[in-house]
């Protein structure tokens, strides 16, 4: 079963505008990892935030975490039509990492 | 670096048929993980190695399946006999972790895109 759980399914913005997408995870956490995927290619890492951190930085991108309410946000600024891609959150349970279905977020020019 | 390479990148085969996927880590990482994605059951992880030594595998799918690492550089994943509900995309990917199971940053592989007749 999957752990983290992404929110909206899929999101269609005009570029230029904010996109924000939510994960939400039922265990306690060592850290949560937000993913790009790009159509038919392999993941890249976005961002790490530790269990400890609540807010984290990358360029245009803004993640949060909320340990509370084991939840966490992944917000793109100004978005491009590159970042047109399916976007994952990943949780580490134990010995083991789960993947979210991800969020499909497609930028319009 | 290359990254992670993967191969072969496509594979059709018939169904009964074994079928192996390569996988060459990052040099110096010592943690490597097969994972399956596929339309319905999305990002599945299925076996983690950390210093060539399998941690978990309890993401294998069934007896079907077997993955090894003979060496920090290489590792396969197995599947014999396969079936149509194998097609799938398989990725790979590496990562450095000093201690304990902390997940640090993975990078993934181009990915091998089987499908299984």
């Known amino acids: 079963s999957q752990q983290g759980e992404e929110d909206p399914q899929a999101l269609s913005i005009q570029e230029g505008e904010n996109a924000t997408m939510n994960c939400s995870y039922k265990t306690s956490i060592n850290n949560l990892q937000w993913y790009r995927q790009n159509s038919g290619r392999g993941l890249v890492h976005l961002i790490l935030i530790r269990s400890n951190e609540r807010e984290k930085h990358s360029g245009r991108l803004r993640v949060t975490l909320d340990t509370s309410k084991k939840s966490s946000s992944l917000l793109i600024t100004a978005s491009r039509a590159a970042d047109t891609a399916s976007y994952f959150c990943?949780?580490?349970?134990?010995?083991?990492?789960?993947f979210g279905a991800g969020t499909r977020l497609t930028v319009k020019p | 670096d290359a990254g992670v390479i993967q191969s072969p990148r496509h594979e059709v085969t018939e169904m009964g048929q074994e079928v192996t996927l390569r996988c060459k880590p990052i040099?110096?990482?010592?943690?490597l993980f097969w994972y399956r994605q596929t339309m319905m059951r999305g990002l599945e992880l299925l076996i983690y190695?950390?210093?060539?030594?399998?941690?978990?595998d309890s993401g294998m799918p069934e007896d079907r399946f077997s993955a090894k690492m003979p060496n920090a550089s290489f590792s396969t994943l197995k599947i014999q006999p396969s079936e149509p509900r194998d097609s799938a995309v398989y990725f790979c990917?590496?990562?450095?972790?000093?201690?304990?199971?902390?997940?640090?940053?993975?990078?993934f592989g181009p990915g091998t895109r089987l499908t299984v007749l």
């Open positions: 040099s110096g990482h010592n943690s």
């Open positions: 990943a949780t580490d349970e134990g010995n083991d990492m789960r």
């Open positions: 190695f950390n210093n060539n030594v399998p941690i978990d």
């Open positions: 990917a590496s990562s450095f972790g000093s201690s304990g199971f902390s997940y640090n940053e993975q990078f």
